[in-house]
């Protein structure tokens, strides 16, 4: 159950387009489209804002977009704001019932 | 309001124990899995267990698997997760989550604020 593999920091100034590359292998990530991606602000609780690789709960922006290719899963966050400045963290199932996390991103927005 | 709210953490010495709980609210917490995460400070985040709604099945990461035992009292709405034998590493923010309806305990679609577990002599 290795962690997934996640860029450390992104940044990008307002009205930009980022993107936050997840990289897992073949039993997590690459096996199946059980991803998912969190929002997390500093001192709160996470926040689902991606499902099921490219789905978006109720309520979260449509700036708000993912997608997969192989063993990577991306996030991309299109017309940056201010308060897109969070950690953001990557999520798989990971097989033998387990789910596996990314290190986390930390996105400045500049 | 959707509500998860933990408790129990504290300050525990290396090979002690300690039990969290997680009380449930505005939602049918028997239909629903449930998952515990961690966070070391600083770091990202460690998925630890997670329970099937009727409590009958319950999965551990390979760090904590005969270690900690989750449970859930489905007629309180809510969660228990026993830590035993505790370890420097087992250090971090522990929060109870809620799944995403219809997709296990895959996606958390609700999260408590968290309780701090403090693992030191």
């Known amino acids: 159950q290795s962690a997934l593999t996640q860029p450390a920091s992104v940044s990008g100034s307002p009205g930009q387009s980022i993107t936050i590359s997840c990289t897992g292998t073949?039993?997590?990530?690459?096996?199946?489209?059980?991803v998912s991606w969190y929002q997390q602000h500093p001192g709160k609780a996470p926040k689902l804002i991606i499902y099921?690789?490219?789905k978006r709960p109720s309520g979260v922006s449509n700036r708000f977009s993912g997608s997969k290719s192989g063993k990577t899963a991306s996030l991309t966050i299109s017309g940056l704001q201010a308060e897109d400045e969070a950690d953001y963290h990557c999520?798989?199932?990971?097989?033998?019932?387990?789910?596996?996390f990314g290190g986390g991103t930390q996105l400045t927005v500049l | 309001e959707v509500q998860l709210v933990e408790s129990g953490g504290g300050l525990v010495q290396p090979g002690g124990s300690l039990r969290l709980s997680c009380a449930a609210s505005?939602?049918?917490?028997?239909?629903?899995?449930m998952t515990w995460v961690r966070q070391t400070p600083g770091k990202g985040l460690e998925w630890v267990s997670a329970?099937?709604?009727?409590?009958?099945?319950?999965y551990y990461a390979d760090s904590v698997k005969g270690r900690f035992t989750f449970s859930r009292d489905n007629t309180k709405s809510t969660l228990y997760l026993q830590m035993n034998s505790l370890r420097a590493e087992d250090t971090a923010v522990y929060y109870c989550?809620?799944?995403?309806?219809?997709?296990?305990?895959?996606?958390?679609?609700?999260w408590g604020n968290g309780t701090t577990v403090t693992v030191s002599s």
């Open positions: 989550a809620k799944d995403l309806p219809g997709y296990f305990y895959y996606y958390m679609d609700v």
């Open positions: 505005g939602f049918t917490f028997r239909n629903h899995a």
């Open positions: 329970i099937s709604a009727s409590g009958g099945s319950t």
């Open positions: 073949s039993s997590d990530v690459g096996t199946d489209n059980l």
């Open positions: 099921e690789v490219s």
């Open positions: 999520c798989s199932y990971a097989g033998v019932s387990t789910l596996v």
